[in-house]
Nanobody, 119 residues
Framework: QVQLVESGGGLVQAGGSLRLSCVAS????????MRWYRQAPGKQRELVAS???????NYADSVKGRFTISRDNAKNMVYLQMNSLQPEDTAVYYC?????????????WGQGTQVTVSS
């Protein structure tokens, strides 16, 4: 089985920084794209950032210039460095990865980690 485990969420004041981490484990042959999503109460889940296996990145307009996604293919990890955090960034952040395991590709999700930004 494949599991994604997230860490790094917490409470931070506006203008502060957090770094989220996500590690994939299990019978993994390969991981293609890795992504970070977020969802605030009453709102749709939003794609925050994505990164391909080769390192190409994409960001939501709302976080561009403030957040940086990166990955370590050898460790099956993806990170989200979040700077200049604002209250509107408050949400549950989810790690997502497209994983080849036991002969097929599937999307996997982490459990989510809460990020709260206070003013």
């Amino acid at each position: 089985q494949v599991q994604l485990v997230e860490s790094g969420g917490g409470l931070v004041q506006a203008g502060g920084s957090l770094r989220l981490s996500c590690v994939a484990s299990g019978s993994i042959f390969s991981i293609n794209a890795m992504r970070w999503y977020r969802q605030a109460p009453g709102k749709q889940r939003e794609l925050v950032a994505s990164i391909t296996r080769g390192g190409s990145t994409n960001y939501a307009d709302s976080v561009k210039g403030r957040f940086t996604i990166s990955r370590d293919n050898a460790k099956n990890m993806v990170y989200l460095q979040m700077n200049s955090l604002q209250p509107e960034d408050t949400a549950v952040y989810y790690c997502n990865a497209n994983v080849l395991a036991e002969g097929w590709w599937s999307d996997y999700w982490g459990q989510g980690t809460q990020v709260t930004v206070s003013s």
